[in-house]
């Protein structure tokens, strides 16, 4: 009956693991999991699984963070120089986010791109601000004596911020100037987009990099 009661609590554990793997993997919210359907529907699948609550999720999801957070700070210790991108952006509730990923060959030469974070931006989205939020992402992935260039859009805000970071050297991001050239081609036929919304067909929306190809 031990063996049993052990047995029954490891796979409690993995199915735990594997709920919490595909909520992340799947951009789910984890409201999902308090939802009546979705406990019957696992109840059906396995009737000795206990459906995990928000609030453990939640805790699952720290410990996990800082365990892979250490691990993936090993990683970059043995990059010889890492390429950062970086952009800003706000949310359809206007909140700002920074996101920042790397990218650096290791010794078998593979390409390694791990994304490092994407954090809340309070406005105002200064260029002394975005300076300062990249320096301190940097300070806390112990990554400054490493970073030799940042890809960024041509926004003149990120562009006066990377100018601070000296000498870290700033890319321009090649769809972002595609896109602004796109946009200055396409103002000959402005007044044959503008029909899209007159035809509720899709708005062109100069954020949206495909939208006026698709209205």
């Known amino acids: 009956m031990h063996t049993q009661s052990a047995s029954n609590k490891n ?4 199915k735990e693991l594997s709920t919490l793997q595909w909520i992340l993997l799947t951009t789910q ?8 359907a979705y406990i019957e529907h696992m109840y059906i699948i396995d009737p ?24 993936l700070k090993l990683l970059l210790k043995t ?62 992935w112990e990554i400054e004596n490493l970073v030799v260039s940042i890809t960024t859009d041509n926004e003149a805000n990120v ?6 970071l000296t000498p870290i050297k700033r890319l321009s991001c090649a769809t972002h100037t595609l896109q602004l050239a ?20 899709i708005q062109d929306i100069s954020t949206r990099w495909n939208s006026s190809y698709l209205a």
Not at 11 to 14: A, I, L, R, T
Not at 159 to 164: E, F, L, N, S, T
């Open 182 to 201: 796109i946009s200055k081609g396409l103002k000959v036929v402005e007044n044959l987009i503008g029909y899209e919304e007159p035809l509720h067909l």
């Open 29 to 36: 919210p984890l409201s999902t999991i308090t939802q009546k």
């Open 159 to 164: 562009v006066a911020a990377i100018r601070d």
């Open 48 to 71: 000795q699984f206990t459906v995990p609550g928000e609030k453990k999720l939640r805790m699952m999801i720290a410990r996990s963070y800082g365990y892979n957070k250490e691990k």
């Open 11 to 14: 796979g409690q554990k993995e």
């Open 79 to 140: 990059a010889q120089s890492i390429s950062l991108t970086t952009d800003l952006w706000s949310s359809c509730s206007k909140h700002g986010y920074l996101g920042l990923t790397a990218t650096w060959i290791n010794k078998n030469f593979e390409i390694m791109d791990v994304l490092l974070e994407i954090s809340y931006f309070p406005t105002p989205y200064t260029a002394k601000a975005i300076t300062e939020g990249i320096k301190n992402a940097m300070q806390k």
